[in-house]
């Protein structure tokens, strides 16, 4: 997959992307470019747009003005069904608050894709276990959210966002509402799982230890992805 300058295309692509809330402009023409396996950090102030951007790249919001590509198709010009489809298969997501299901087990909360994409009960509770186990969420299995840690949350959020192997994980500010200690076992355990596995991460973060995990950095301000830092 290489264009005619020879330089590989990138996995999912936003181009000029622009939207506004009502009358608040949150983006402004924003271009970013991810690679398959890359671990991308996206910082900047509060109200830069970050989150924005990753409902955009993740197909969660349709863009104002601009495309948003995905492994050579038109993500911003797909079907709402087959957009449901995809985000499903290709696409995992974290949030700062993991927003788990509070009724439901740690490992019931991390199967439910399974279920959803076809498994049977009784894999999806295997293979959710072995990825609890990958995230150091051992003995937890049968706990709800609310008798978690924030960090184990966050973990099993994780895990719940790459059972199904999906191509890129879109995380925003996933340690946020963590200490650093709980952090760092949130960021550790999601930069090796998704080097393990080759899969993509944009990663929202505003804190530098945070983006420190990541392969490259680019920086938001005021709806606009600033040009790369040129090395002195
Ligand atoms: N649902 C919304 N309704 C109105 N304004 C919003 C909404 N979401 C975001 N905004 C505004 O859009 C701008 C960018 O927000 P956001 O993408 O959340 O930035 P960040 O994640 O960097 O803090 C901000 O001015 C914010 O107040
Ligand atoms: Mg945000």
């Known amino acids: 997959m290489t264009d005619d300058g020879g330089s590989p295309a990138p996995l999912l692509a936003g181009r000029g992307l622009v939207?506004?809330?009502?009358?608040?402009p949150a983006l402004r023409g924003a271009s970013i470019a991810l690679g398959?396996?890359?671990?991308?950090?996206?910082?900047?102030?509060?109200?830069?747009?970050?989150?924005?951007l990753l409902h955009l790249l993740a197909g969660i919001v349709?863009?104002?003005?601009g495309s948003v590509t995905y492994a050579g198709q038109r993500l911003d010009r797909l079907p709402e069904q087959r957009l449901t489809e995809l985000r499903r298969t290709d696409f995992g997501v974290v949030f700062q608050f993991g927003q788990l299901i509070p009724e439901l087990t740690a490992v019931d909360n991390v199967g439910l894709p399974l279920l959803l994409a076809g498994a049977s009960r009784a894999e999806a509770r295997r293979r959710a276990g072995e990825w609890l186990e990958?995230?150091?969420?051992?003995?937890q299995e049968e706990l709800r959210p609310g008798e978690l840690s924030g960090g184990q949350a966050q973990r099993v959020a994780l895990a719940r966002a790459?059972?199904?192997?999906?191509e890129v994980v879109f995380a925003?500010?996933?340690?946020?509402?963590?200490?650093s200690l709980a952090g760092e076992q949130v960021m550790t355990a999601l930069a090796r799982t998704a080097r393990e596995a080759g899969t993509a991460v944009l990663l929202i973060t505003h804190d530098a230890q945070v983006a420190a995990y990541a392969d490259r950095e680019?920086?938001?301000?005021?709806?606009l992805v600033l040009p790369a830092e040129v090395a002195a």
Do not use: M, N, Q, Y
């Not at 939207?19 to 608040?24: L, P």
């Not at 349709?62 to 003005?65: C, F, I, L, S, V």
């Not at 925003?172 to 200490?179: M, S, V």
């Open 172 to 179: 925003d500010e996933p340690t946020g509402a963590l200490d």
């Open 19 to 24: 939207k506004a809330h009502g009358r608040t």
């Open 134 to 139: 990958r995230f150091g969420v051992r003995g």
């Open 218 to 223: 680019v920086r938001l301000s005021d709806g």
């Open 62 to 65: 349709r863009p104002d003005e």
């Open 162 to 166: 790459l059972v199904t192997g999906p």
């Open 36 to 52: 398959a396996g890359e671990i991308l950090a996206v910082t900047g102030p509060s109200g830069s747009g970050k989150s924005t």
